[in-house]
Nanobody, 122 residues
């Protein structure tokens, strides 16, 4: 499956962005989806995940209450709505797909998008 992330940009602290990840080449509704991010000089970290049907979600503690994840299986797309953005949210955001798990470990995800840059200014 191929993943294409979009929607990143520059935003002031407190602002909002909505990331999208469009999938092609596979049965999207079979995959759990996750969002990860990587800031310069840091390891890739888990942000949010959603199971194949969209009935369950999970979030990193640092974004809980500010970010939401959703999916539209008819459009083969997963979204990350980011509200209340902080400068520490600045990173390249990646979407990923997994047939095995929908957890926090990036090693359990099979396919990755190219990433989209999110920059939050103070």
């Amino acid at each position: 499956v191929q993943l294409q992330a979009s929607g990143g940009g520059l935003v002031q602290a407190g602002g909002s962005l909505r990331l999208s990840c469009a999938a092609s080449g596979g049965t999207f509704s079979s995959y759990s989806m996750g969002w990860f991010r990587q800031a310069p000089g840091k390891e890739r970290e888990f942000v949010a995940a959603i199971n194949y049907s969209g009935s369950s979600t999970r979030f990193a503690g640092s974004v809980k209450g500010r970010f939401t994840i959703s999916r539209d299986n008819a459009k083969n797309t997963v979204y990350l709505q980011m509200n209340g953005l902080k400068p520490e949210d600045t990173a390249v955001y990646y979407c990923a797909a997994s047939l095995r798990d929908w957890g926090t470990n990036p090693n359990n995800y099979d396919y990755w998008g190219q990433g989209t840059q999110v920059t939050v200014s103070s």
